[in-house]
Each structure stands twice: as C-alpha cells, then as structure tokens.
C-alpha cells in the first residue's frame, strides 16, 4: 500500500524523536476535550522549523500555565490543476492542505478510530492558520522497524492495526501513505499521520486489494456512516465532493469485504 516515492513528512520525522523529551511517565494524562483546549489556547513558547519534510512543519513548545508540551503545525494548503511529480507521474485537481489533517481526525473518530491519530484542531499562529497536533511520544517510525527487521512483541495485534489503518487510508484516498507516516509507541500502537495529500475527489478506490479483512466494529460503522453526519463534521475543511467521494469509497469498501464473506467466510475476514 506504500508508494515507491517517499516523501518523510516533517511529522513522521520529529514524532519518532519525541521520546527523547517525553517519556510515557512524563506524558501529560489528558483525555481528547483537555488536548483540544490545550492546543487552542495554551501560549507558544518556543518553536523551530524542522529539518525534515517539505511541508514546512513547525514544532512548537507551548504552555497553558499548567503543563508544557509539544505540537505540530502545519500550514501547507497547496492548489495546482496538474501536479507533476518527479518519478513522471501527473495529478488533476491536486491539494496539499493542512486542511485535510483535521478533517481526518474527525472522520476517524466518527469510525472509532480517533485513537489512532493525534489530537488534532485548527488554529492561527504566527500569521498562518494551519493544523496544530498533540506531539507524540513515540519509538520508532514504520521504516525503521522494518530497516531493523524488529518483530512486533504480538504480531497478530499489530496486523490488526495495520488492517485498520489500510481501510481508512481507501476511505479518505491517501495519495501518500507511506512508512514515515505510520508510528509506533512504546507499547506498539500505531499512530497514522499526516493526510495532507488525502480527500481526493475519486470515487474508486486507490489500491483494494490491500483490503483483506477488517475489524467487525469498523465494517458496523462503515455501513452507517451518514453523508450529512460526515459533512457537518468536515464542514470547514472539506467541499461536497470531496465528502461525496468518501461516500461513493464507502460504498465500494463495504462491498467489497461483504463479498470477500460471501466466498471466504466471516471467521476469515473479520475479527474482533
């Protein structure tokens, strides 16, 4: 499901550093309502570009009074008609926003999956209105586990993750979901990042076959996910058709997979 093109997003890049500054002990127990606050008021303290990527990231140190910790900011919010990209590929109607971050987020969550990304919410800073995203304190990205060859401690629940993560990559139509963007904690949760090249408005799907089964709470919400629910929630940073993409993509996931338990059988397609 990786494209041969990869583009470390400056997300990917910094997160798998912040371990080095917080440690599961030092990071702050806040649940998703006191990040959000967090996030949309606490002051900036400190920031630095990062090296990494090419979507201009920030981190920034940031402080409510209370408790200090990091965020990613992003800004990118690109428009061309055609993108031509270095390996000769083309793309009509090509975006690169920080938009997209965010409308993830909520998207996820309305599928039970918004623990498995950041904490994410718009904000304006330094001029800019970007997404602004909890750091995370994570080990390792994607690439190098698999540069390293490092075995998941439970393999069987790390590939229930990575199942997860490859339907709502076809969902949203993730042009770039490379190894970089998957991240990994110290008690192996994957964390998925960075959908700034997400949401296209196509209506296939990018790569089915990498669905080959999915979890039986994701495929329930799938079936109800609701058009207007999804644009009142994506409302900011989504048009009509790009949620009318998402919709026509459910369609087909949801058919997919009933049709792999039409020949396979569900014990060999969904789990719990």
């Given at each position: 499901m990786f494209h041969k093109r990869y583009r470390l997003t400056a997300c990917a890049a910094?997160?798998?550093?912040?371990?080095?500054?917080?440690?599961?002990?030092q990071e702050p127990q806040l649940n998703e309502g006191q990040m959000r606050d967090f996030l949309l008021t606490a002051e900036v303290l400190s920031w630095k570009e990062v090296s990494k990527g090419i979507t201009g990231t920030q981190r920034l140190t940031m402080s409510d009074g209370k408790i200090t910790h990091?965020?990613?900011?992003?800004?990118?919010?690109?428009?061309?008609?055609?993108?031509?990209?270095p390996d000769g590929r083309t793309e009509i109607n090509f975006r690169d926003s920080y938009r997209y971050n965010i409308a993830a987020y909520e998207l996820a969550k309305l599928l039970g999956l918004g623990d498995?990304?950041?904490?994410?919410?718009?904000?304006?800073?330094n001029s800019r209105t970007g997404s602004l995203s909890w750091w995370l304190p994570v080990k390792m990205d994607e690439e190098k586990r698999l540069k390293n060859k490092i075995t998941p401690?439970?393999?069987?629940a790390w590939n229930k993750q990575m199942y997860k993560m490859r339907v709502f990559s076809q969902l949203v139509y993730d042009t770039d979901r490379n190894l970089g963007n998957v991240l990994i904690?110290?008690?192996?949760?994957?964390w998925m990042i960075d959908f700034t090249r997400a949401f296209r408005r196509y209506t296939e799907l990018e790569n089915?076959?990498?669905l080959?089964?999915?979890?039986?709470?994701?495929?329930?919400?799938?079936?109800?996910?609701?058009?207007?629910?999804?644009?009142?929630?994506?409302?900011?940073w989504l048009i009509e058709g790009e949620v009318k993409g998402i919709m026509a993509r459910r369609d087909k996931i949801v058919a997919l997979f009933e049709d792999l338990i039409a020949k396979k059988g569900e014990k060999e397609v969904i789990y719990d």
């Open positions: 910094v997160a798998c550093f912040a371990c080095a500054f917080f440690s599961a002990a990091d965020a990613s900011f992003q800004s990118v919010d690109l428009a061309k008609n055609i993108e031509t990209f498995m990304m950041p904490v994410t919410v718009e904000r304006h800073w401690p439970d393999v069987d904690s110290e008690d192996w949760h994957l089915p076959k990498n080959v089964k999915c979890h039986r709470q994701l495929l329930e919400r799938l079936r109800k996910l609701d058009a207007v629910e999804v644009a009142a929630k994506t409302d900011k």
